[in-house]
C-alpha cells in the first residue's frame, strides 16, 4: 500500500532511472510539457530535452545508440551544475538509461547529484509485458533478431547475455533496485508499480512526490510512442537487415531509420485485425518464474513501494503464441527483398487485405506485412534523408505533399519502394 504522504522534503533530487518501457516516455513528455509552469511550484527539471540522455549514457559508460554522436561527459558535469545552482527547489532528473549503469557508476550519481539529497524513483510493470516492448525497442537501434530467437538466448541460453547484454542489466529489476539501495540507501529509493488500468495513475504519483497539484502534469498527446505490431516490426528487421547486406554507414541509421522510417511507420493506423507480437507460453512461464523470484526479493530490500507489488509476479492479460512456437524456427518473410525484386509494383505478398491470416505468432509464420506498414517507412526514410522534393509524384501531385491515406496502398507503395529505395541508396553510399 502507497504511503499516505508520499512528498519529499524541499531540495530534494528525485532521480527517476527507468528502467526502459516503463512509463519513462509518459513521466518525461508531461515534465517537459509543464516546463514554464513547474518554477511556481518550486520544482526544477533539468536538461534541455524531454530527457538528458547524452549526459546519462555518458556518466554510465555505455555507447551512444546507432548513428547519434558519442557522448561526452561535458554534457555530465553541466547537468550536474544545473542540478547544484537549483538549492532549495526540488529537482526531477529522468532517464531510463541510468539503470544501465553499474555498481560504480550508481554510486558515482548519486554523489555528484547530492548525496543524501538524492531520492531514487524505480518505475516496474510485469516483465512479460516488458520484454516484446524492448525487443522493439532495440530493433529500433540495428538488432536483426526475430523476437523468438531473441527470447531464446534471454530465457534459455545461459549467461543469458546474448545478442543483447544490457537486458538483463536494466530488467533483472530486484538486482537494479539493490544497485541504487546500496548507492543511495533504502531509506531513500521509492519503487512504484505501473497500474497498466489507469494511465493517469503514474502521473499523480509523481504529483504527490513533488508537492504538486493534483492534475498538475498532463501527458504529451503529440508524441507517437506506440507499439509497433508485427508485421511492422518485420518492415524495421528487414530493414536492419538491408543496412547490414549493403554495409551502409552506422552514422546514417538515426537519420534514415529512427527519425525517418519507424517514426513515420508509427504514425500510421495499424488496420483492423493487423496481429500483435505473441509470446509463447513457454516464455510466459520462464518469466513468471523470474518475476516471482524478483518479486520477492524486491520485498526483502526495505524501500518504499507504491502500488500491488504482487502484480509484478502475475502473468497478465496479453497476446500468447499456441504451443507450436519454436525460438529455432527463424522467422521468415518475403518483405522488403521481394518488393525490391519486383521493379514496378510490390510484392503480392505485402496485401491490405490480408493482414490477419498469417503472423500471429511471431517467428512461426510469415507476417503478411501491410501495403501502407511498408510505405510510410520508405517515406519517412526519403523525408529524413531531406530529399523530399525529388520524391515521386503520385497523380502530379508530390507524395511528400498529400497524406498518405489519401493516395491508394498499392500505388503508393508501387512508387516509394521503386524509386524511394534507390535515391535512399545513393544517399547512404560510403563518400
Known amino acids: 500500500m502507497a504511503p499516505d504522504d508520499l512528498t519529499l522534503a524541499a531540495g530534494t533530487r528525485l532521480l527517476h532511472i527507468g528502467p526502459h518501457k516503463t512509463g519513462t516516455s509518459a513521466i518525461q513528455g508531461a515534465f517537459h510539457l509543464a516546463r514554464g509552469r513547474l518554477a511556481a511550484h518550486g ?43 537549483a538549492g532549495d527547489q526540488r529537482v526531477v532528473i529522468s532517464s531510463e538509461f541510468f539503470a544501465d549503469g553499474d555498481d560504480e557508476a550508481a554510486r558515482r550519481v548519486v554523489t555528484d547529484l547530492g548525496g543524501p539529497r538524492v531520492h531514487v524513483v524505480v518505475t516496474l510493470r510485469p516483465l512479460a509485458k516488458v520484454m516484446p516492448s524492448q525487443w522493439q525497442q532495440y530493433l529500433q537501434n540495428g538488432l536483426r533478431i526475430p523476437y523468438l530467437e531473441w527470447l531464446d538466448g534471454m530465457l534459455r541460453q545461459p549467461p543469458y547475455d ?75 528487421r528487414q530493414l536492419n537487415e538491408e543496412f547490414k547486406r549493403r554495409e551502409w554507414p552506422g552514422a546514417s541509421y538515426a537519420k534514415f531509420m529512427r527519425y525517418g522510417a519507424v517514426r513515420q511507420m508509427k504514425g500510421r493506423r495499424p488496420l483492423p485485425g493487423e496481429p ?88 512461426t509464420a510469415d507476417p503478411v506485412i501491410p501495403v501502407e506498414a511498408a510505405a510510410q517507412a520508405v517515406l519517412g526514410a526519403i523525408l529524413a534523408g531531406g530529399i523530399a522534393d525529388q520524391a515521386p509524384s503520385v497523380d502530379g501531385r508530390a507524395v511528400a505533399d498529400r497524406p498518405v ?24 553510399r560510403p563518400g
Not at 60 to 65: L, V
Not at 279 to 305: C, F, H, K, Q, Y
Not at 336 to 345: F, I, N, R, T
Open 43 to 85: 520544482v526544477l527539471y533539468a536538461g534541455a530535452d524531454r530527457q538528458p540522455m547524452r549526459a546519462t549514457l555518458a556518466v554510465t559508460g555505455r555507447p551512444a545508440m546507432l548513428g547519434e554522436s558519442r557522448p561526452d561527459m561535458a554534457y555530465w558535469d553541466k547537468l550536474v551544475r544545473d542540478v547544484r545552482e
Open 162 to 236: 546474448q545478442p543483447t547484454p544490457t537486458f538483463w542489466q536494466r530488467h533483472r529489476h530486484d538486482k537494479l533496485i539493490a544497485r541504487w539501495v546500496a548507492a543511495a540507501g533504502a531509506q531513500n529509493v521509492t519503487v512504484i508499480v505501473v497500474d497498466g488500468s489507469d494511465r493517469l495513475a503514474l502521473l499523480r504519483t509523481f504529483e504527490s512526490l513533488l508537492g504538486l497539484p493534483a492534475g498538475f502534469l498532463v501527458p504529451e498527446d503529440d508524441v507517437v510512442n506506440r507499439s509497433l505490431t508485427l508485421a511492422e516490426t518485420e518492415v524495421v
Open 276 to 363: 500483435q507480437i505473441a509470446t509463447p507460453a513457454w516464455a510466459l512461464d520462464r518469466v513468471a518464474e523470474i518475476s516471482a523470484e524478483m518479486t520477492a526479493n524486491i520485498a526483502a530490500l526495505g524501500v518504499r513501494v507504491v502500488g500491488d507489488l504482487s502484480s509484478l509476479g502475475r502473468s497478465p492479460d496479453i497476446p500468447a503464441a499456441g504451443p507450436s512456437a519454436d525460438p529455432s524456427v527463424p522467422s521468415r518473410s518475403p518483405g522488403l527483398s521481394a518488393v525490391g525484386s519486383v521493379p514496378d509494383s510490390p510484392s503480392p505478398g505485402f496485401s491490405p487485405a490480408r493482414p490477419a491470416e498469417a503472423g500471429a505468432q511471431a517467428g
Open 405 to 428: 491515406r489519401e493516395v491508394d496502398a498499392r500505388r503508393l507503395a508501387g512508387v516509394l519502394v521503386t524509386r524511394g529505395r534507390q535515391r535512399m541508396r545513393r544517399a547512404l
